[in-house]
């Protein structure tokens, strides 16, 4: 799997992470204050969390004075949904050979 991939992955296994890139998904751009109101965490905690989804190219940040703006790149899920193209295609095929199976063992 590519390295790119793999950081992707890597940066959504985690629930707060995860939890940081969907409010920046559903909220649009935010600071990294206004995440660590709502994110339960210290701001430390928020700013590292945000460098390893910056690391996996899922967030871009943009410095306006003495803060920086966060926004979600939804493009950079791109190798996820194609894992979970793959193997969704890979379980579609092993239901209807099941299927034809048991239509078989029924005649």
Same mark, same amino acid.
């Given at each position: 799997?590519?390295?790119?991939?793999?950081?992707?992955?890597k #940066?959504l296994?985690?629930?707060? *992470? !995860?939890?940081?890139? +969907?409010?920046?998904? /559903?909220?649009g751009?935010q600071?990294?204050r206004?995440l660590?109101?709502?994110?339960?965490?210290s701001?430390?905690a928020?700013?590292?969390?945000?460098?390893?989804?910056k690391? #996996?190219?899922?967030?871009?940040? *943009? !410095?306006?004075?003495r +803060?920086?703006?966060? /926004?979600?790149?939804?493009?950079?899920l791109?190798?996820?949904?194609d894992?979970?193209?793959?193997?969704?295609?890979?379980w579609n095929?092993r239901?209807?050979e099941?299927?034809?199976?048991?239509?078989r063992?029924d005649?």
């Amino acid at each position: 799997m590519p390295a790119v991939a793999n950081a992707v992955f890597k #940066a959504l296994a985690d629930p707060t *992470r !995860r939890a940081i890139f +969907e409010r920046l998904a /559903s909220g649009g751009e935010q600071t990294v204050r206004a995440l660590t109101d709502l994110a339960g965490v210290s701001q430390p905690a928020v700013s590292k969390h945000l460098r390893v989804l910056k690391h #996996a190219r899922l967030v871009n940040d *943009r !410095r306006d004075g003495r +803060e920086t703006h966060y /926004s979600a790149q939804p493009k950079a899920l791109k190798p996820l949904r194609d894992w979970v193209n793959l193997y969704g295609a890979f379980w579609n095929e092993r239901f209807d050979e099941l299927e034809s199976l048991l239509k078989r063992m029924d005649q």
